[in-house]
């Protein structure tokens, strides 16, 4: 299972840092990502890191205002989002993929989501 947390509301040009705990099981060794939907609009990738921590994928719209990192021994995946921006609003997914590495790796395990919410 995954577990989202850290959303809120926050103001333009804010920073917010998510959090995904994962159960033992669905962490070490798995590829980690998040991905956020906006009202209205499908849901999209926005970064994932390898079970190693040393390959990470970003977005070309949060690439140098995001960051993604975990921790192997506290089972979490943590997303750190600096200057915020309005269209960064949406309800933002971790996901864990059993196997696999890539921009099309399939994601077997979503967590519940946390909203996040920039105002302007």
């Known amino acids: 299972q995954l577990q989202a947390s850290g959303g809120g509301l926050v103001q333009t040009g804010g920073s917010l840092r998510l959090s995904c705990a994962a159960s033992?099981?669905?962490?070490?060794?798995?590829?980690m990502g998040w991905f956020r939907q906006a009202p209205g609009k499908e849901r999209g990738f926005v970064a994932a890191?390898?079970?190693?921590?040393?390959?990470?994928l970003y977005s070309a719209s949060v690439r140098d205002r995001f960051t993604i990192s975990r921790d192997n021994g506290k089972n979490t995946v943590y997303l750190e989002m600096k200057n915020l921006k309005p269209e960064d609003t949406a309800v933002y997914y971790c996901?864990?993929?059993?196997?696999?590495?890539?921009?099309?790796?399939?994601?077997?395990?979503w967590g519940q989501g946390t909203l996040v919410t920039v105002s302007s």
């Open positions: 996901a864990a993929a059993s196997t696999g590495w890539g921009p099309s790796v399939r994601y077997d395990f």
């Open positions: 033992g099981r669905i962490f070490s060794s798995y590829t």
């Open positions: 890191i390898a079970w190693s921590g040393d390959r990470t």
